[in-house]
């Protein structure tokens, strides 16, 4: 579909990446469920592991279902390619992968999915690599950060827990004022809501575990590239840039031009790092994918109603939505999120850490778990589970407080939501 007339986002959500099997004319994309593909003969064959034709060889590295959500996504980001794995936490590795070496380090923002922060402030030293983090709304700081050594800023474009949206423009300006690449997480936007790309990211990040799936069923990432980023403009990323040993000496962004990085993430990185997409989880996330901008509409819709619910309420103490009229954020949602500020968000409960357990053990509708993105509606008590660990001063600092609460708003009937919240309320402040 890529060389057709320009269709709208709902016509890319269902058909992009897909056309009729050729074998069988299969209208749904098959399950293809192979290890491996028969080569035409040796000559075939040695052409597909020269990187000269491109083709399937063995799983790890591709699969037409896979291949299927990966242009499926690449089309909705308005990204030259994009290359899917086991989940958006390999994902964020297979994103770095070709910028860093021992010695470089990423600067990332504060505001991000708990679990990212422990794997840049702490697993990825193990590699050598390091992460400086900064409040991404002071660009002085961002500035101040950035160092010889630096190979990407990293942010999150609705932020992790919610309440949070990143001026990507202003970052992207930075960036590439430092000649270095914006990577941008999309996972809580989801292109329906914002595209990265657009407003000057070079890679956009997700896990497609959230929304693009949509119903808790599989994890999975993906990297979209945009395809624009001049990746021998300085010496700072010969993965790209200089000759690539296991592949005689073939240069990734002189023969593949804007798909430079998504061929060295199949051809090195799944390779290598094996961080592989399962076609059934690709199913999956395609079947997710075809309703993906009706459900960010109930979404949003829902979490606007709850939001404001919630805010008016007596036993609240605030509620942190950037949809909210009343948030700081406003204007700058209006600006790069005009469809909407996604549908997480923290509320503190009067009565704190007690109030919380009984409000979590009360809900019917809500779930208890630590998950966000599912059509569900989902809440966790994060001072009590995720940011356990962490020290009161901590949990405060990451927006998860002792009497803190965050939703993930799914689409059932907003009224229904909105009882369930009342009754639990009620047990939990009585
Ligand atoms: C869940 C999540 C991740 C990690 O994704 P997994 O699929 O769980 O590995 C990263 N970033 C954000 C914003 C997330 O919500």
């Known amino acids: 579909m890529s060389d057709g007339p320009t269709y709208g986002f709902d016509t890319l959500q269902i058909h992009a990446g897909a056309r009729p099997d050729p074998a069988t004319g299969s209208r749904q ?13 040796a000559d075939h064959a040695a052409a597909l592991f020269n990187l000269q034709e491109v083709g399937y060889i063995y799983s790890r590295l591709t699969n037409p279902t896979v291949a299927v959500l990966q242009e499926r996504i690449a089309t909705l980001e308005g990204g030259a390619g994009a290359v899917c794995c086991s989940s958006g936490h390999a994902a964020q590795i297979m994103a770095l992968f070709p910028l860093m070496q021992p010695g470089c380090n990423v600067v990332a923002s504060t505001r991000l999915y708990g679990g990212s922060v422990t794997q840049l402030s702490q697993t990825i030293k193990r590699f050598g690599w390091s992460a400086t983090f900064v409040d991404t709304d002071d660009l002085d700081a961002v500035n101040a950060a950035i160092d010889e050594n630096t190979r990407a800023v990293f942010c999150e474009s609705i932020a992790n827990p919610g309440g949070y949206v990143t001026d990507i423009r202003a970052l992207a300006d930075i960036a590439d004022a ?21 407003h000057g990211a070079t890679l956009v990040v997700h896990s497609t575990t959230k929304y693009l799936t949509g119903n808790g069923t599989v994890t999975g990432g993906c990297i979209v590239d945009s395809g624009t980023f001049d990746w021998s403009a300085s010496d700072k990323f010969p ?14 962004h002189e023969t593949f031009g804007p798909l430079a990085f998504t061929f060295h993430g199949i051809a090195i990185g799944l390779r290598d790092l094996g961080m592989t997409m399962n076609p059934q989880g690709a199913h999956y996330t395609l079947m997710g994918i075809e309703t993906l901008s009706l459900r960010m509409q109930r979404h949003v819709e829902n979490a606007k109603k709850l939001a404001a619910w919630l805010e008016a309420d007596d036993r609240v103490d605030y509620v942190t939505y950037a949809g909210l009229p009343s948030s700081p954020y406003a204007d700058r949602v209006k600006a790069q999120y005009p469809k909407g500020a996604g549908a997480l968000f923290t509320f503190a409960v009067k009565g704190g ?3 919380c357990v009984k409000l979590v053990n009360a809900l019917e509708i809500f779930s208890h778990v630590a998950n966000l993105g599912d059509a569900r509606s989902l809440i966790i008590h994060s001072a009590s589970t995720t940011h356990r660990q962490l020290t009161p001063e901590q949990q405060e600092a990451a927006g998860a407080g002792a009497n803190v609460v965050r939703l993930s708003i799914g689409i ?12 639990a309320l009620a047990k939990a402040t009585a």
């Open 29 to 41: 994309t098959p399950i293809y469920q192979t290890t491996a593909y028969v080569f035409r003969d």
């Open 239 to 252: 993965s790209l840039s200089q000759p690539e040993p296991a592949y005689h000496g073939l240069k990734f």
């Open 412 to 423: 059932e009937d907003a009224d229904d939501l909105i009882a369930d919240l009342d009754q």
């Open 178 to 198: 430092a000649g270095l690449p914006l990577i941008v997480d999309n996972t809580s936007a989801t292109p329906y809501l914002c595209r990265p790309i657009e």
């Open 353 to 355: 850490y007690d109030a």
